[in-house]
């Protein structure tokens, strides 16, 4: 397995990803897979160019050949300079526990210390305890902030964050 970043040419493969994590995974994120699989192809060029554009955000892959076995975003904070954000953390069903998860995860905290970030924010799905557990190894913490997610009302996700 190896880890590298989406090329700003990758706009299909983008797409691809992003629709097999949200279908593979409908109660982790806030967005219904079909509404974003019906976007026209101006949103996906416009959402890889803000993840590979020189010096800002960026979206990691986990690779074996051609074949994607997750990805994760490193986002900028939009309000806070000093802040980012883990976004999108997803590892393929037949790929978990063998330690994916958390190689994208070093790869989105490393980048964000590059950036001279100081600290890093995350939503964690608390009916999953293995995500959860995943965070906390690396150094994220609870900040006690819930919610419920709009695409299930009864899927709640926790506000976790990490100092670097």
Do not use: K, N
Request: with cysteine; aromatic share 6%; charged share 20%.
């Amino acid at each position: 397995m190896q880890l590298r970043t989406l090329e700003p040419h990758e706009v299909h493969l983008h797409r691809e990803v992003r629709l097999r994590a949200l279908a593979d995974a409908p109660d982790v994120f806030g967005v219904v897979v079909s509404e974003v699989e019906a976007q026209p192809m101006a949103y996906w060029e416009e959402l890889t160019r803000s993840v590979t554009q020189p010096g800002g955000q960026v979206m990691f892959l986990a690779c074996e050949g051609d074949t994607v076995l997750g990805s994760a975003y490193g986002l900028l904070d939009r309000d806070q300079r000093e802040a980012g954000r883990v976004g999108g953390m997803w590892v393929a069903p037949a790929s978990r526990r063998q330690g994916i998860g958390r190689a994208l995860l070093h790869a989105v905290m490393a980048w964000a210390r590059g950036h001279q970030l100081m600290r890093l924010g995350l939503w964690a799905p608390a009916h999953s305890p293995a995500a959860v557990a995943l965070y906390q190894q690396a150094g994220f913490r609870e900040t006690g902030r819930r919610r419920r997610l709009p695409t299930g009302p009864v899927v709640e996700i926790i506000e976790m964050t990490c100092e670097l």
